[in-house]
């Protein structure tokens, strides 16, 4: 029984647990998120430095703080190290065809980073009612929010598109501005990240190894 619990212990820590990190990008000024179908605005968060190579997604969401008017101007998409994208919500309250820029224009109310956001795959609210529901004086209420499926973009998924994905190096976050007049600012996001390290070969050879002293012990007692 002891040389199976010392395996077992020594398979446990090699094998590692799920860690959860958090992290969160404050440019030095406000980054302006140009007007008009300009290009987008980028920023950055590099999850390296705690997770390695091997190290894989099982849960993601972002807190985000942008003062914007017209919140039904803006796309919003978050992308992965490995090159997989989200879109977090798509000009909500316009359900014109991708691209199509005539009226409707989406809904008018405002972010305002005062009302920090959270996008998550659940939550009290759903993204659904971002542009109508949530809004009380004309500005989008803090809570959390499901990527909006109302705006153009029919094809916004959920944040299981990550699972698996590699949990270390860079993501992306990015903001576009497709109609004129109304303006804002990205102040600050966070990154929130549940991943596990990938199983190594001692790992493997552990469990063989349990296996082993478990099979030794029963012809033991034959």
Same mark, same amino acid.
């Given at each position: 029984?002891?040389?199976?619990?010392? &395996?077992?212990?020594?398979?446990?820590?090699?094998?590692?647990?799920?860690?959860?990190?958090?992290?969160?990008?404050?440019?030095?000024?406000? &980054?302006?998120?140009?007007? #008009?179908?300009? !290009?987008?605005?980028?920023?950055? &968060?590099?999850?390296?430095?705690?997770?390695?190579?091997? @190290?894989?997604?099982?849960?993601?969401?972002?807190?985000?703080?942008? @003062?914007?008017?017209?919140?039904?101007?803006?796309?919003?998409?978050?992308?992965?190290? $490995?090159?997989? =994208?989200?879109?977090?919500?798509?000009?909500?309250?316009? +359900?014109?065809?991708?691209?199509?820029?005539?009226?409707?224009?989406?809904?008018?109310?405002?972010?305002?980073?005062? !009302?920090?956001?959270?996008?998550?795959?659940?939550?009290?609210?759903?993204?659904?009612?971002? $542009?109508?529901? +949530?809004?009380? $004086?004309?500005?989008?209420?803090?809570?959390?929010?499901?990527?909006?499926? !109302?705006?153009?973009?029919?094809?916004?998924?959920?944040?299981?598109?990550?699972?698996?994905?590699?949990?270390?190096?860079?993501?992306?976050?990015?903001?576009?501005?497709?109609? +004129?007049?109304?303006?804002?600012?990205?102040?600050?996001?966070?990154? +929130?990240?549940?991943? &596990?390290? =990938?199983?190594?070969? #001692?790992?493997?050879?552990?469990?063989?190894?349990?296996?082993?002293?478990?099979?030794?012990?029963?012809?033991?007692?034959?």
């Amino acid at each position: 029984m002891q040389h199976a619990l010392i &395996i077992l212990i020594a398979v446990l820590t090699a094998t590692g647990v799920a860690g959860a990190e958090s992290y969160t990008s404050i440019p030095a000024a406000p &980054i302006a998120i140009p007007d #008009g179908n300009a !290009n987008p605005i980028f920023d950055s &968060i590099d999850t390296s430095v705690d997770f390695g190579a091997g @190290d894989t997604v099982t849960f993601v969401s972002i807190d985000l703080m942008i @003062d914007h008017t017209w919140v039904g101007d803006l796309e919003i998409v978050l992308r992965s190290p $490995g090159g997989v =994208e989200l879109t977090l919500m798509a000009r909500p309250g316009d +359900n014109q065809p991708e691209g199509d820029f005539e009226d409707p224009w989406g809904s008018g109310a405002d972010f305002v980073s005062s !009302n920090p956001i959270t996008f998550i795959d659940s939550g009290p609210t759903s993204a659904e009612a971002m $542009g109508s529901v +949530n809004v009380v $004086g004309g500005d989008i209420l803090a809570s959390s929010y499901f990527p909006d499926r !109302n705006g153009w973009d029919s094809d916004i998924d959920t944040f299981a598109e990550f699972v698996g994905d590699p949990a270390a190096g860079l993501w992306e976050l990015q903001i576009q501005d497709y109609a +004129n007049l109304d303006t804002g600012d990205l102040v600050s996001w966070t990154l +929130n990240i549940l991943a &596990i390290p =990938e199983p190594s070969t #001692g790992v493997l050879l552990g469990l063989g190894l349990l296996g082993l002293a478990g099979g030794e012990r029963w012809s033991a007692r034959r």
